[in-house]
């Protein structure tokens, strides 16, 4: 069983950044998918980014250019940078790992591991 904690997340000013990190216990991320998404009240959890295990990555349309995401698998994590971040983007950032055989990677079905979130809110 794996286990994922999220940390990093916090209040920063529009136009900043933050770096969310994703530890994990339980299982060796490398062979995952591993995913970052968001939820904001009253709206569907959507995704952000994900990278494969040979590294290969994805990403929104909305945040291509602005977000990377990596991983240390030296350090058992994944991580997400954030830059230039936006208020729309306020909501809570969940990391996710599946079964690197599922191909739908913007999918919350392909995940089946998530932690338990950390909040991100950009102001204005």
């Known amino acids: 069983q794996v286990q994922l904690v999220e940390s990093g997340g916090g209040l920063v000013q529009a136009g900043g950044s933050l770096r969310l990190s994703c530890a994990a216990s339980?299982?060796?991320?490398?062979?995952?998918?591993m995913g970052w998404f968001r939820q904001a009240p009253g709206k569907e959890r959507e995704f952000v980014a994900a990278?494969?295990?040979?590294?290969?990555?994805l990403y929104a349309d909305s945040v291509k250019g602005r977000f990377t995401i990596s991983r240390d698998n030296t350090k058992n994590t994944v991580n997400l940078q954030m830059n230039t971040l936006k208020p729309e983007e306020t909501a809570v950032y969940y990391c996710?790992?599946?079964?690197?055989?599922?191909?739908?990677?913007?999918?919350?079905?392909?995940?089946?591991?998530w932690g338990q979130g950390t909040q991100v809110t950009v102001s204005s």
């Open positions: 996710a790992a599946g079964p690197y055989i599922r191909t739908a990677w913007g999918e919350v079905k392909t995940y089946d591991y």
């Open positions: 339980g299982g060796t991320l490398r062979i995952y998918t």
């Open positions: 990278i494969g295990w040979s590294d290969s990555t």
